[in-house]
């Protein structure tokens, strides 16, 4: 290793960093860097299209890599899978997070949504800072904030286009003579403003949070994998998002009946399922697809089928609107409350009675899903979600079901991603009861 690079590894680098995007662990000292110099297109994992990665053995007085061209190189990648890290993951701590449902359950929407409503809140009511690591990377996900949040036609029907199997949200990359697809991970800054009651332990509190959305077919028993391990992440994270479709379970529309008007809760005739799948009235097993995921984060971790893992479980009931009436005693509004003189917090005892509540509805109408969530955490906790906290109207050319942007006003979005935060970071959103 060279003197320059040597002098790279400041004191306020981690001592190990662990790729999101393969898992792989390295030291910051052995990160290649992204040449860019014109005539270094080409490398040998990511293909012609991308610039080559290389080991650096010249830097200039700022501490940036030199390529084999002279070009000034600023972007680091993994020694692994060449892909690129941006450089705040090399300094601070992550937290890993990865969110799933079956198709339709209306994942896509929800991950706008709570992205969008953690922007506004946690700067405004808990005075941290929350921003893109890497807006490239982030770019699919800021493509739904734009659509649901800053459309330039508000009253015009909109909708979010289903996360697939592969695509602009997993990366190709040859590793090991063969080629893989890997997921794309979205990556937030998080940490204390000079407000925060903490704020100095900025430094010791602040994280990179990364988020991983999946594809539901990804889980469908029997699916296969031979691309690559695209869930492979499920065993790193310290949060699981499981979104709940209770509008693609029969029982559930059947205790709607007659009580909610959502085109969702319809009891589709079997020939309208057949033409217009996941439209109106879909079905399905979602409690194979939690077991599933789970039977892989076991396997990757060597663990006996019966042992739990280690991160909480959040399950995530969603379509809030569409099935409120069933308990019509839940508090819409955000559970937030002052807990002391400029001081923020989320009332812990009040998510708790939601999630009983939550919980019984599910143990009288889906109660395998309730028995799958216990089996696999024990820290489970059952929500209810709305990510546009109206109904879908259907688009008379397409038939696709959409939301007008003027009307949509989200419920607890946001909330499973900041009560995780809390349980597993202490010190950046407090827990408590109000004062």
């Not at 490398?43 to 070009?71: C, I």
């Amino acid at each position: 290793m060279n003197e320059n690079a040597t002098s790279l590894v400041a004191p306020s680098l981690l001592r190990e960093i662990v790729c999101p995007h393969c898992w792989h662990r390295f030291e910051p000292d052995n990160a290649v860097w992204i040449a860019t110099h014109g005539d270094l297109y080409g490398d040998d994992k990511l293909g012609d299209d991308a610039m080559r990665r290389f080991l650096p053995t010249r830097f200039n007085v700022d501490g940036d890599a030199l390529d084999p061209k002279g070009g000034v190189a600023t972007a680091t990648a993994c020694p692994r899978c060449h892909l690129r890290i941006p450089r705040r993951q090399f300094e601070l701590p992550t937290l890993i997070f990865s969110i799933l449902g079956a198709p339709g359950s209306g994942k896509s929407y929800l991950l706008a949504s709570m992205l969008w409503q953690t922007r506004q809140i946690l700067p405004t009511q808990f005075h941290l800072s929350f921003a893109d690591s890497d807006a490239t990377m982030n770019a699919r996900l800021i493509e739904y904030e734009e659509r649901q949040f800053l459309a330039n036609d508000p009253d015009r029907l909109t909708w979010l286009a289903k996360t697939e199997e592969q695509g602009d949200l997993y990366d190709r990359v040859r590793i090991d003579e063969r080629t893989i697809n890997l997921p794309k991970p979205f990556l937030f800054n998080i940490g204390p403003t000079s407000q925060h009651p903490h704020a100095d332990r900025a430094s010791g509190l602040s994280r990179v949070l990364c988020l991983y959305d999946n594809a539901g077919e990804s889980f469908l028993p029997g699916a296969d994998e031979t691309l690559g391990p695209v869930t492979g992440h499920l065993g790193q994270s310290e949060a699981l998002f499981f979104c709940f479709d209770p509008t693609q379970d029969p029982r559930f529309r059947s205790a709607c009946s007659g009580l909610s008007s959502d085109p969702q809760m319809v009891q589709a005739r079997t020939s309208d399922r057949e033409s217009s799948p996941g439209r109106t009235g879909a079905t399905s097993r979602q409690d194979t697809i939690l077991t599933e995921a789970i039977s892989r984060v076991r396997r990757g971790a060597g663990l006996r089928e019966d042992q739990k893992i280690r991160g909480m479980l959040l399950v995530l009931v969603t379509k809030w609107d569409a099935w409120e009436y069933l308990l019509p005693g839940i508090d819409p509004h955000p559970p937030y409350a002052s807990i002391g003189p400029g001081r923020m917090g989320i009332d812990e005892a009040r998510i708790k009675s939601v999630s009983d509540a939550v919980q019984s509805l599910l143990q009288r109408t889906c109660a395998e899903m309730v028995s799958a969530a216990q089996a696999i955490s024990d820290t489970v906790l059952f929500m209810p979600v709305s990510a546009t906290g109206v109904s879908p109207e259907v688009d008379p050319e397409s038939g696709q079901l959409g939301v007008r942007p003027r009307d949509l006003r989200p419920r607890w979005a946001e909330v499973p991603m900041l009560m995780a935060i809390a349980r597993r970071t202490r010190g950046l959103i407090d827990l408590g009861k109000p004062k």
